[in-house]
DNA sequence: TTAATGACCTATC
DNA sequence: CGATAGGCCATTA
């Protein structure tokens, strides 16, 4: 079944290797800027695992969700900085280096 | 179909 | 500057 997640997922899949990005802005690049709750949403459910790099997708804190039990956050810190991602000392991404801008 | 929920963001007090 | 409330959208029950 087809659903505004696609989209979502879509968007998500295509960010790079090593950067991050938010979900309003995940949200903003699927259509509309609203759906940030959708985002959170669509990787909630997180219907594809493997294939939906959840951990690359933050808030706009460029911390993790509170919620994130794909793996745990101390999974997706490492995962980000296997990629090459920089955290900084309180735990969040450098969104200022890493933030996926679309392109 | 209506009502309720959600890994958010922005604006206001 | 810190905290609170609201809003928007789609999915699920």
């Not at 450098?94 to 679309?102: A, I, M, P, R, V």
Request: proline fraction near 5%; hydrophobic fraction near 40%.
């Amino acid at each position: 079944m087809k659903t505004s997640y696609d989209l979502i997922y879509d968007v998500v899949m295509r960010i790079p290797r090593g950067k991050v990005a938010t979900y309003g802005l995940v949200a903003n690049l699927a259509g509309n800027r609203r759906w940030a709750r959708v985002v959170g949403y669509a990787l909630h459910v997180n219907p594809k695992p493997g294939v939906i790099p959840c951990h690359r997708v933050v808030n706009r804190f460029g911390g993790l969700a509170r919620a994130f039990a794909f793996g745990g956050v101390n999974m997706q810190r490492t995962l980000l900085e296997e990629e090459g991602v920089a955290f900084r000392p309180d735990g969040t991404v450098d969104l200022e280096k890493h933030l996926w801008t679309g392109d």
